[in-house]
């Protein structure tokens, strides 16, 4: 069955960095498009960032673009996700997940990992 798990989250300063990862399996990870949402408290989900299958490809939404980097790496399939110039509202339990359909960058999401707490305060 399909698994995603996220690790890496904890307490990062303002201006630091932090690397979150996200092991996968369960399915032909190489040919779908992975992504990276989180949920700030109180608030509802924001998409942060796409990487295409083959990892050359990514979009992130404006407020971490410059900041945050995507990578994948199939062969061990996983997915990170680095996190530099923290600010405090990067604070959020930050979620990978897989899209429904091989290769598709609008389809709706199907799987979800459990989420990986990321709170950033000096």
């Known amino acids: 069955q399909v698994q995603l798990v996220e690790s890496g989250g904890g307490l990062g300063q303002p201006g630091g960095s932090l690397r979150l990862s996200c092991r996968a399996s369960g399915f032909t990870f190489s040919t779908y498009v992975m992504s990276w949402v989180r949920q700030a408290p109180g608030k509802g989900l924001e998409w942060v960032s796409d990487i295409h299958g083959g990892g050359h490809t990514t979009y992130y939404s404006e407020s971490v673009k410059g900041r945050f980097t995507s990578s994948r790496d199939n062969p061990k399939n996983t997915v990170y996700l680095q996190m530099n110039s923290l600010k405090p509202e990067d604070t959020a339990v930050y979620y990978c997940?897989?899209?429904?359909?091989?290769?598709?960058?609008?389809?709706?999401?199907?799987?979800w990992g459990q989420g990986t707490q990321v709170t950033v305060s000096s």
């Open positions: 997940a897989k899209r429904a359909y091989s290769g598709s960058w609008a389809s709706q999401y199907d799987y």
